[in-house]
C-alpha cells in the first residue's frame, strides 16, 4: 500500500511536468487554429512548405546515421580496443562539447566562405553533435559486462560476430537516446542555419515571427514542426527496444578485455585525429585568430557581467530540468506503462520546436494569466527547463537502467522507506547520471538565444545574446571575445562528462 502511494505521488509529479511541457504547445496549436481550416491547408499545401520539409527531412536523414556511425565507432574504439591513447582521446572527442554549435558555424563561415546551404550545415551539425551519441555509448560500454561476449566468442563466433550479437543490441538505449538528442536538436537548431544560409522550418518560423510577433502563419509551421517531433518520438521508441542492460551481481565491475587493432590502428589514429580536427580544432583556432584583434576598452568588465549572468541561468536551469526529469524517469524505468511512456514523450515535445516559440508561448501565458512572472527570471527558468528537459530526461533514464531495481526492494525490505532508499540506495547508484544531466542542460543553457532574448529579465545579457549581436553586424572580430568565454566556461563541464564515463563501471 506504502509502494502504491509512492508510485501514485511519483506519477502525480511525473503528470505535473508533462503539463506544464505540453503548455507552450497548447498555445502554438490555438493560435495556428484561429487561421482555420481552409486558410491553414492553403498556406501549408504550398511549395515553399514542401521545399521547407524537404531540406529539414534531407538534414536529419544525413546528420543523425553520421552522428550514430561517429559516435558509436568512435566509442567503441577508445572503450572497447588496445588504441594507443585512449585516456587523451577519450578527452579530444567530447570537447567538441565545450564549442556551441553556432560558434562552430561561425568559424567555418570565416575560414570557408563558399562552405554554405546543406553542405556546411550538414557538416558542422555533424561535427558538433555526434558527442551527443559518443557520450552515452561509451559510458555503457564502460559499465557493460563482457560475460555475454566471452560466452559468444567460447561457442566459436568471430569478435566482430560476437559483438554484433551480443554488444550492439545492449546497446541500444545509449544510441537511440543519443540520436534522439541530436534529432531533436536539429529540429530545434536555428543559429547554424541561419549562418550556414540553409532554410529549414526553424529558419522559416524565426522570419515570420520577425515579420508579425503573433503571427498564425508561423504557428502553423510549428505544427509541423510539431508533427515531426512526434515521428522521430516514435521511431527512438521503436529503436530503443525493451532488452534489460543491467544485472544483479559483481559481474557487472569486471572490465572487458581490449581488442588488439593491429594494422588497423594507424587507420583508426588518423580517423579519430581528423574528426577532432574539424569539429575542435578548426573552431577553436579560428576564435583565438579573431581574438587577438578584440581588445578594446571596457571588454574585460562587460565579459564579466556577462558571463556571471550566463553561470547564474545555466545552474538554475540545470538544476530545474533535472529535478522535474527524475518523476518521468524513474516512472519509465520502475513502472513502465502506456501512460508512463506517454507521459515520457510528451516531455520531449517542446524542445523540438524553436526557443523562439516555447519564449513567445510563455510570454503570451505570463501576460494573460500571470503577469507578476512576466519578465523574471523563474520564467526563464521555466523555459529552459522546457527547452532542455530531454538531455536530462535521456541520462537519468540509462542512469536508472542499469541500476538495478532488485536493490531498491531489497532497502524497502530490511525496513528502509521510500525516501531513505531514495537517498542511500538510489541516488549513490544514478548519481553520475544525475550529473551528467545536469552538465548538458547547463551547456545549453549558457549558449541558448532565442528563448533568452524574449524571456531574460530587462537588463540582463548573456554569452551567446552579445556574441549573436556582434556576429549579425558581421563585427567577427568583436564577437571572438564572447564565444571564447562560452568555451572556457564549457571546458568544466565537460571534463565532468569525461569522468562521468570514467565512473560507469
Given at each position: 500500500m506504502r509502494a502504491s502511494s509512492r508510485s501514485r505521488g511519483v506519477a502525480v509529479a511525473a503528470t505535473l511536468v508533462a503539463a506544464l511541457t505540453v503548455l507552450p504547445l497548447v498555445v502554438v496549436l490555438l493560435d495556428a487554429s484561429s487561421a482555420g481550416v481552409e486558410e491553414a491547408v492553403d498556406y501549408l499545401v504550398r511549395p515553399r512548405v514542401g521545399e521547407l520539409l524537404a531540406n529539414t527531412g534531407l538534414l536529419m536523414g544525413v546528420t543523425v546515421p553520421a552522428t550514430v556511425v561517429l559516435g558509436t565507432l568512435a566509442a567503441w574504439l577508445v572503450e572497447r580496443t588496445a588504441l594507443p591513447w585512449a585516456g587523451l582521446w577519450r578527452t579530444l572527442l567530447l570537447a567538441p562539447l565545450a564549442v556551441p554549435a553556432f560558434v562552430s558555424a561561425y568559424a567555418w563561415v570565416t575560414v570557408a566562405p563558399w562552405l554554405t546551404g546543406f553542405g556546411g550545415a550538414a557538416l558542422v551539425t555533424t561535427l558538433a553533435y555526434f558527442p551527443f551519441v559518443f557520450l552515452p555509448v561509451a559510458a555503457l560500454l564502460r559499465s557493460l559486462d563482457p560475460a555475454e561476449e566471452e560466452v559468444a566468442r567460447s561457442l566459436g563466433l568471430s569478435p566482430t560476430r560476437a559483438v554484433v550479437r551480443t554488444v550492439l543490441p545492449r546497446l541500444?538505449?545509449?544510441?537511440?537516446?543519443?540520436?534522439?538528442?541530436?534529432?531533436?536538436?536539429?529540429?530545434?537548431?536555428?543559429?547554424?542555419?541561419?549562418?550556414?544560409?540553409?532554410?529549414?522550418?526553424?529558419?522559416?518560423?524565426?522570419?515570420?515571427?520577425?515579420?508579425?510577433?503573433?503571427?498564425?502563419?508561423?504557428?502553423?509551421?510549428?505544427?509541423?514542426?510539431?508533427?515531426?517531433?512526434?515521428?522521430?518520438?516514435?521511431?527512438?521508441?521503436?529503436?530503443?527496444?525493451?532488452?534489460?542492460?543491467?544485472?544483479?551481481?559483481?559481474?557487472?565491475?569486471?572490465?572487458?578485455?581490449?581488442?588488439?587493432?593491429?594494422?588497423?590502428?594507424?587507420?583508426?589514429?588518423?580517423?579519430?585525429?581528423?574528426?577532432?580536427?574539424?569539429?575542435?580544432?578548426?573552431?577553436?583556432?579560428?576564435?583565438?585568430?579573431?581574438?587577438?584583434?578584440?581588445?578594446?576598452?571596457?571588454?574585460?568588465?562587460?565579459?564579466?557581467?556577462?558571463?556571471?549572468s550566463t553561470v547564474l541561468l545555466a545552474l538554475l536551469g540545470g538544476l530545474a530540468a533535472v529535478v522535474a526529469a527524475l518523476p518521468g524517469a524513474w516512472l519509465l524505468n520502475r513502472r513502465r506503462s502506456a501512460l508512463t511512456v506517454l507521459l515520457e514523450r510528451s516531455t520531449y515535445l517542446a524542445s523540438a520546436l524553436p526557443g523562439v516559440v516555447v519564449g513567445l508561448a510563455l510570454v503570451t501565458l505570463a501576460i494573460d494569466w500571470a503577469r507578476p512572472l512576466y519578465q523574471t527570471l523563474a520564467l526563464t527558468v521555466l523555459a529552459y527547463a522546457i527547452l532542455f528537459l530531454p538531455r536530462a530526461m535521456v541520462a537519468l533514464r540509462a542512469g536508472l537502467a542499469a541500476a538495478p531495481p532488485e536493490l531498491s526492494e531489497a532497502s524497502r525490505s530490511l525496513g528502509l522507506g521510500g525516501p531513505a532508499t531514495l537517498v542511500r540506495v538510489v541516488l549513490p547508484l544514478i548519481g553520475p547520471s544525475v550529473l551528467t544531466g545536469f552538465v548538458l542542460v547547463s551547456l545549453a543553457v549558457s549558449t541558448e538565444l532565442t528563448a533568452t532574448l524574449l524571456l531574460a529579465p530587462t537588463g540582463t545579457d548573456t554569452l551567446a545574446l552579445a556574441f549573436w549581436r556582434e556576429t549579425s553586424a558581421l563585427d567577427y572580430a568583436a564577437a571572438a571575445p564572447y564565444a571564447a568565454v562560452m568555451i572556457v566556461l564549457s571546458v568544466p563541464l565537460t571534463l565532468l562528462l569525461r569522468r562521468q564515463i570514467l565512473e560507469e563501471r
Open positions: 541500444r538505449p545509449a544510441i537511440s537516446g543519443g540520436a534522439l538528442l541530436v534529432a531533436l536538436h536539429l529540429l530545434a537548431e536555428y543559429g547554424v542555419l541561419e549562418m550556414m544560409r540553409f532554410q529549414t522550418f526553424t529558419t522559416a518560423i524565426m522570419q515570420r515571427y520577425a515579420v508579425g510577433f503573433s503571427d498564425a502563419s508561423g504557428s502553423l509551421l510549428a505544427s509541423v514542426l510539431l508533427g515531426l517531433c512526434l515521428l522521430v518520438l516514435t521511431l527512438e521508441v521503436v529503436a530503443r527496444g525493451r532488452r534489460r542492460v543491467s544485472r544483479v551481481g559483481a559481474g557487472t565491475q569486471r572490465p572487458a578485455t581490449r581488442a588488439r587493432l593491429g594494422g588497423w590502428t594507424a587507420p583508426a589514429l588518423v580517423m579519430l585525429g581528423t574528426l577532432v580536427g574539424l569539429a575542435l580544432v578548426v573552431p577553436v583556432a579560428t576564435v583565438l585568430r579573431w581574438l587577438g584583434s578584440a581588445i578594446g576598452d571596457g571588454l574585460v568588465d562587460d565579459l564579466l557581467t556577462v558571463t556571471a
